[in-house]
């Protein structure tokens, strides 16, 4: 059989640019271990069944957690639990499945449950129920010291005329885009739309295109990722959520996978045959994404903020804001990636209890000391369609 004699690190370095990965594909040993794990054909298998699942969801409460469990989560943790009755669904966060130093408040967590609501809350007005959701109140700061289940929200739900949302049927075609983005304008009437949905929760937003404030975005959006490779607690708690084969990704139906980061189709799957990356290594590559496919061209960053970031329940409707920018995005064609690199690395100080270097320029770049930056991201037109992320089964996330 024939050695691979390059690890996987190396390939992803030179095999973007160079052809080598051809000749290597077409290498007797390699066409083999390709076959045998098939991984040419790697959105299949039961990790990606709930997405079919949804195209035909089951009447009730039980269609609406199907809804709810295909939503945005930090790192595709899924840090999330239901407890179902006919007419009310309690929303848990599993504390758990949690990315330690990476979101030291669980913070991304809690945005990650607001998204599921919103799915939530959708797919009950689409059965023709109206949706009154309470929520948990309270801060981040005590989460980090707790374990098992906490309740979120309880969402009592009430026969109503039919509420449809045409932002249900983008439910189950919305997935993160890590491709490359063209430089393709968004055109201004779908950033006013974002804007209004931003003012409905009442959140800020604050849409940058180009000029000094977006280079400042990009500058800290880099900095921000080399600070977090530089610490290693942070690229540990990150790294042990990412599946590399096609069997893990089925055994464990969550997190980020090689064929969701954003590489063309065949150098993913002549990735995934070579040597797991190291933690260090994989998130080298991570900084060069950011700086040199991610944030080049993207005609749209964005951040929204909060008064208070670590107060749990504008958390959560920070969270159902995110999912419905990203289902309006998915609606007409616009691609999303969440970037929350500058918020993470200013978690982490704060956990440190180190002077806030990250929150200062947030607050420079937004240019007030009023808002807490909470969540950030890229917008843009993809030059490769995303593919759906794993999802643990239903059944395992109902209590
Ligand atoms: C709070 C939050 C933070 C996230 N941060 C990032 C991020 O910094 N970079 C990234 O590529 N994706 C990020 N994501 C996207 C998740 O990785 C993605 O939602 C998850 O893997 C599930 O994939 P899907 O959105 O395609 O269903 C974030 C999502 C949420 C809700």
Redesign the pocket.
Known sequence: MTTINVNRRQFLSTGLKASAGIALAVSGGVVYKALREDIFSPIDGPAFQPWLDFKHPQPGVIGMVQAAI???????TQPWRFAIQPDQVVVYADLERNLGSFDPFRR??T??LG?AIENLCLAAHQQGMSADVQYQTGTLAKLPTLRGTLVMATIHFKAHDTLVDPLYDAIGR???N?FPYTATPIPAEFQTLLEQEASAHNVRLDLIGQGDQRREFDRLMIDSTQWIINDPEMIHDSHRWFRNRKNEVNEHRDG?FMD?VGLPKSIAAIAKMLPPTDAEKAHELWLSATRDKHLPNAPLVGVISLKDRFDIKTTLIA?RC?QRF?LQATQVGVAC?????PI?WSDRLAQLDRPNIAEQRLQALLGTRDWQAT?SFRMGYATAP?V??PRRALRDRLI
């Open positions: 295909l939503a945005a989560n930090p790192h595709n991304e967590m945005l990650g998204c919305r997935h993160t890590r980020p969701g969270g995110w990203h990636q969440p970037m929350n690199q993470e969540f995303a759906p992320s």
